[in-house]
């Protein structure tokens, strides 16, 4: 995975789960990652770093997904502009950023990065 902070590209993942543990028993030998679970996040063999929160809603049976995040030098106006294409908020994370639904029903945020 490289990260170059372009606007509109890959900027990192994130699992949205309520079963962080369970998550970690399974990814740490299914994908070779290593754990912390003093902060709820997994670093890849890279280096890089995929989070770990709850998903937004209420608790069903099926609520673990993955969150794709892209790199954005303006995360506002490009939320703003997703929602007029048809996107909905679903929520806004501590940092600042957005949880964006697209039009399809999935999951993603812009996110600000540094380069």
């Known amino acids: ?3 170059n902070h372009e606007p509109g590209t890959f900027a990192g993942i994130s699992l ?3 079963h962080s543990e369970q998550a970690a028993v399974f990814y740490r030998p299914a994908l070779h990652w290593n754990s912390n679970p003093e902060h709820t996040e997994f670093r890849l063999p890279d280096n890089s770093i995929a989070a770990t929160s709850p998903p937004p809603g209420k ?3 099926q609520r673990s997904l993955w969150l794709v995040s892209f790199a954005s030098n303006r995360p506002d106006a490009d939320a703003k502009q997703a929602r007029q294409l048809g996107a909905t908020e679903v929520r806004q994370e501590s940092n600042g950023d957005v949880v964006l639904r697209d039009p399809t029903g ?3 945020g812009p996110t ?3 380069r």
């Open 1 to 3: 995975m490289q990260l």
């Open 16 to 18: 949205l789960t309520d």
């Open 59 to 61: 608790p069903t049976a």
């Open 106 to 108: 999935a999951l993603f």
């Open 112 to 114: 600000q990065h540094a």
